[in-house]
C-alpha cells in the first residue's frame, strides 16, 4: 500500500425482491433516520445494471467517522433488524470494509 490512510468505509450489500422496491425503501429511511439519531450518515443506492428478472440489488455505505468499527457496526445491525431491512434482504447481508488511500 502506498499514501497514508485517510479514512475506513464500510460496504453493505443485499438482494431483494424487485417487487418489494417500496417497501426496501420505506424500511431505508426508517435506517437512516434512527442511524442519523447516533451521528451515523447513511449512503444508499440500487444497482443499475440488468439483473435476474424479480432481484434487486441494494448497497448501504458508511464512513466509520468517529465511530469504533464494532461499535458502528452493531448500531447497523440493530437498526437495519429493527427497520425491517434485514426481513426483505434475500440471503445474506454481505460487508466489506475498505481503506481510503491518498496516494
Known amino acids: 500500500m502506498t499514501g497514508a490512510l485517510a479514512g475506513l468505509s464500510v ?3 443485499f438482494k431483494a425482491n424487485a417487487a418489494d422496491d417500496a417497501k426496501v425503501l420505506a424500511s431505508i429511511r426508517a435506517h ?3 442511524l442519523l439519531a447516533h451521528g451515523i450518515v447513511l449512503g444508499f ?3 443499475a445494471d440488468p439483473e435476474a428478472a424479480g432481484t ?3 448497497m448501504e455505505t458508511y464512513e ?3 465511530h469504533s468499527m464494532e461499535s458502528l457496526q452493531t448500531c447497523i445491525d440493530a437498526s437495519a433488524s429493527a427497520s ?3 426481513s ?3 440471503g445474506p447481508r454481505h460487508v ?3 481503506e481510503r488511500i491518498d496516494p
Open 11 to 13: 460496504f453493505i450489500y
Open 32 to 34: 437512516r433516520d434512527t
Open 45 to 47: 443506492w440500487r444497482r
Open 56 to 58: 434487486a440489488t441494494w
Open 64 to 66: 466509520v467517522g468517529n
Open 84 to 86: 425491517g431491512l434485514i
Open 88 to 90: 426483505l434482504s434475500q
Open 96 to 98: 466489506e470494509r475498505f
